[in-house]
């Protein structure tokens, strides 16, 4: 069974740190380009991040660019994302999601499989 499960949510002041991660189950993210979205209460999901496992391309919406780091760790099948200088409009549902073509997208109805997210709250 194709499974794709977050974690590492929570709570953080401003300015803090989190790193999320995306674990892959029933498949392996040699082909696929996995992308990070967010939702936030009120507002349409967007994309956050993205890297395409074949060649490590990476790819930042401009509101992250310089905060956050996408990496993927081939030998446990999980890419993460490093949060820092977290502001409280980074309050959201953190989803994983692949696509598999190895091209980034952040247009949501692209993607074949998503998780079930995890939530970020940048309260203080």
């Known amino acids: 069974q194709l499974q794709l499960v977050e974690s590492g949510g929570g709570l953080v002041q401003p300015g803090g740190s989190l790193r999320l991660s995306c674990a892959a189950s029933?498949?392996?993210?040699?082909?696929?380009?996995i992308v990070w979205f967010r939702q936030a209460p009120g507002k349409e999901r967007e994309g956050v991040s993205c890297?395409?496992?074949?060649?490590?391309?990476?790819y930042y919406a401009g509101s992250v660019k310089g905060r956050f780091t996408i990496s993927r760790d081939n030998a446990k099948n999980t890419v993460s994302l490093q949060m820092n200088s977290l502001k409280p409009e980074d309050t959201a549902v953190y989803y994983c999601?692949?696509?598999?073509?190895?091209?980034?997208?952040?247009?949501?109805?692209?993607?074949?499989?998503w998780g079930k997210g995890t939530l970020v709250t940048v309260s203080s």
């Open positions: 999601a692949v696509r598999e073509t190895p091209q980034c997208t952040f247009y949501a109805y692209g993607m074949d499989y």
């Open positions: 029933g498949f392996t993210l040699d082909y696929y380009a």
């Open positions: 890297i395409v496992s074949t060649d490590g391309s990476t």
